[in-house]
């Protein structure tokens, strides 16, 4: 049985740094994309940041970059997502989600499995 297991979230003060993490089970992890996105109040699900199978990273230009940091570490199953200058716009459900073969970077109908998600709340 394959499980995703996000932990991290919280209520943080904008400007704060949170880091999230993400454990999977049952599944060959190194073979799995791994994917962060999020879903704010009253707003679609909106991809954040992922991560190949192989280790290329990909990140939402628009929002995230230059202050998210994706990362994974195979030894552990666990891919981190590293969340710094936040936002109160980045008040969200942030779930993981993993993809065999992946590029890092699809659709959210194309992925194969989902955490449950953490909730990210940013006070301004």
């Known amino acids: 049985q394959v499980q995703l297991v996000e932990s991290g979230g919280g209520l943080v003060q904008a400007g704060d740094s949170r880091r999230l993490s993400c454990v999977a089970s049952g599944l060959t992890f190194s073979d799995y994309a791994m994917t962060w996105f999020r879903q704010g109040p009253g707003k679609e699900r909106e991809f954040v940041a992922g991560?190949?199978?192989?280790?290329?990273?990909?990140y939402n230009v628009g929002s995230v970059k230059g202050r998210f940091t994706i990362a994974r570490d195979n030894a552990k199953n666990t891919v981190y997502l590293q969340m710094n200058s936040l936002k109160p716009e980045d008040t969200a459900v942030y779930y993981c989600?993993?993809?065999?073969?992946?590029?890092?970077?699809?659709?959210?109908?194309?992925?194969?499995?989902w955490g449950q998600g953490t909730q990210v709340t940013v006070s301004s």
């Open positions: 991560i190949s199978w192989s280790g290329g990273s990909s």
């Open positions: 989600a993993a993809r065999r073969y992946g590029s890092g970077r699809s659709s959210p109908s194309q992925y194969d499995y």
